[in-house]
């Protein structure tokens, strides 16, 4: 094992894009989907690094397994999320779990109301079908995602796995990738929600719970070498639905500050950072059984909320950005027309737009 302080940053020769997909659950698996799809409209297909934490490491997974924008947008609407987690318990406990969530952070209980096992078979499976987009070992080349491990983070690259200390110190532990199932599980482990994942001698959590809590910006300018304004992230916030705030109130009330998850510091476009942040997403992250409709609601929120950090920075400009914007306003259009529409109604047209531009 070695045991210096070095991060692997590689020195990039090119202006090439980073994506980083922050936490969120399936909140941040179609909002990451849809950041893509803003992204490929921009022409922007390939990136020196994609990554996230939780619900944001499957979609960055999926891209660097190989997928396009339209093929991870049909994997997002057509998987049945649930199915790809074992649930050990009924809906009642997994929402009291979460709303434990902060007093969990602090004990990290092995186990969950659910378990990850066959996200991992997932993963690992389409990384044997992936070809040159893997490395010898199967991992997602440019890929990391991080899980957390008491006080330390570990963060799972193409270059190695590291072991990122409190005090800022960094461990290379290996100079090959990890297992990608272990390590997508890990980082979507939410204490007392998912069972934690065992890695060699420690258990790995949920990566929201580092110091940089939702979107971990800073990993990927410490391990991919990368500027602030060569970074595109999508960050889709706390839960902010009507029905979550109100339950919130309740459960702070009954149970007191140390069971509601904690506030956490936005992030800024500050250094030129691409920020992405979606539209409302009247679902929370850890509802896993959603409709047709609410997906392309969620996919098109993040691509809505992508293009303006992305025209902003002038990654999307001229005939692309009036397409991109002539399809948000016609989603819009969508959105009115089916307020009271039968439902599928929503996701039928959605279909027909994006296929008409070629997203589809």
Known sequence: MTTHNNSGARNLDTPSLHLVCGSGGSRAILAGTGTVLALSVAGQKKFHSMGGISGGSIPTALLALGMDAKELTHLALDLDFAEKLTRHSGIFKIIFAYFMQRRYEKTRPVKGVMSSEK??????????????????????????????????????????????????????????????????????????????????????????????????????????GASRDKIVAMDVGDDSSKWSRRIYKLWKTICGDECIPPDQDDLTNEGGLMLATPTAMNFRSLQFTLTRDQKWEAVMAGFMGSLPALTASGVLAGENLARANEIAERFKEIQFVCTDAQEGTLAAMTDELMAKHGLF
């Open 119 to 224: 996200l991992g078979y997932f993963l690992e499976d389409l990384a044997k079908k992936a070809g040159d987009n893997v490395t010898e070992s199967g991992w997602p080349k440019g890929y990391w995602t991080m899980a957390v491990a008491g006080r330390s983070r570990y963060v799972f690259t193409d270059h190695g796995i590291y072991e990122h200390k409190e005090d800022g110190n960094i461990i290379q532990l290996s100079d090959k990738p990890g297992p990608l199932g272990i390590a997508v599980r890990g980082s979507c482990a939410v204490p007392g929600v998912i069972d934690a994942v065992p890695f060699e001698d420690v258990l790995l959590h949920d990566g929201a719970m580092g110091p940089e809590g939702r979107c971990p910006v800073g990993l990927v300018q410490t391990f991919f």
